[in-house]
């Protein structure tokens, strides 16, 4: 591939988040691009997906941010409960080929288990239907649920630890295995485990970050470069900031190429090698029990909204004017 822009278009393996983003950034600096990806379709995976203000920062880059806004629910706060006695704490493409081929490390399963459903409103419990992204955190689990679709449905997900040796990967839950991880929860949150009718089942894993995403012409973007947990909410935000990022080093460096993947991973690197290993230790924080529990518990109480914006200031202040790394 020349330095400049030229007739052969970039190849971007993978149409989840961060490869449409990727190529929407690739087009709009002027290049062709081609995406590969393996499914028959483009369908619904999940149920719901949490958006920070540098996920939007990114999309208004791209040029969808109003487009995303319209589809969006936009929640007051967010809130944290203690699961077991359901008193308020605190407001506040995983399997890269290409990383195989260049990386090859293996994931690292974790041995917690994602449960997803979608629920109508008219079926959600009156006393719940908050406008917040609300987390019920227990000992090894927690639930966590917020509105969906303007409001009319609402995402329920439930996290627990297996007692079973787990392999990374989706597949159909049962009511039975959820309940039977939420025993001793506070009624309030439990009831909600018996409104969906069917479930998806995920075993989640990450993977250690690693310090070289670019080999020769190829780079690593998305949960490819950079597969964590859920728990930082970060995923799918990360993927909009690696095409933005992607984007803005190629105009930076007038679409030299050499020059500007060697910048777009200078950037990312530090900042999403923080969000998987930041991810790992709010798992612990949510899933806290015996004095852990209480010492989390105390950590954020009496503490104003402001100290809160001030501690993620470093996460939700990143936009496309301070994306690339200074040299």
């Known amino acids: 591939m020349n330095n400049k822009v030229s007739d052969l278009p970039v190849l971007v393996a993978g149409g989840g ?14 290049f062709q691009v081609q995406v590969f990806e393996q499914a028959p379709e483009i369908g619904e995976i999940g149920a719901g997906i949490q ?11 791209l040029g969808v941010g109003e487009k995303a806004r319209s589809r969006a629910v936009f929640t007051d706060y967010m809130v944290m409960h203690d699961a077991v006695d359901a008193k308020r704490i605190g407001a506040d493409g995983v399997k890269s080929v290409v990383r195989a ?16 459903a979608v629920v109508d409103k008219s079926e959600f419990p009156d006393e719940l239907k908050w406008n917040a992204a609300s987390l019920w955190a227990g ?4 639930l966590v649920h917020y509105p969906l679709r303007g409001g009319e449905q609402y995402n329920i997900v439930v996290t627990f630890h297996s007692r079973e040796q787990e392999e990374w990967g989706v597949k159909d839950g049962s009511k039975e295995e959820v309940e039977s991880y939420f025993q001793g929860i506070d009624p309030k949150a439990r009831q909600l485990i018996e409104l969906p009718k069917t479930w998806k089942r995920w075993a989640t894993a990450d993977r250690e970050p690693v310090p070289q995403w670019t080999f020769g012409r190829a780079t690593l973007l998305g949960d490819a470069a950079h597969p964590t947990t859920q728990y930082m909410a970060q995923g799918a935000c990360m993927a909009l900031e690696d095409a933005v990022t992607l984007g803005e080093a190629l105009r930076v460096h007038n679409q030299d190429w050499d020059a500007a993947l060697d ?12 969000i998987v290993l930041s991810g790992r230790e709010m798992g612990r924080l949510y899933h806290a029990k015996g004095v852990e529990r209480l010492i989390r518990n105390d950590l954020w109480k009496g503490r104003t909204p402001e100290r809160f914006y001030d501690a993620i200031e470093w996460l939700y202040g990143w936009n496309v ?7």
């Open 51 to 61: 958006l920070g203000p540098n996920a939007f920062h990114a999309l208004d880059a």
């Open 139 to 142: 000992p090894n689990c927690h």
């Open 321 to 327: 004017t301070n994306c690339l790394a200074q040299d």
């Open 263 to 274: 910048h777009y991973q200078r950037s990312r690197i530090p900042r999403t090698g923080r």
């Open 17 to 30: 988040i961060g490869g449409l983003a990727a190529a929407l950034a690739l087009v709009r600096q002027g």
């Open 101 to 116: 081929k260049y990386v090859n490390d293996p994931p690292r399963v974790t041995g917690h288990v994602v449960y997803r």
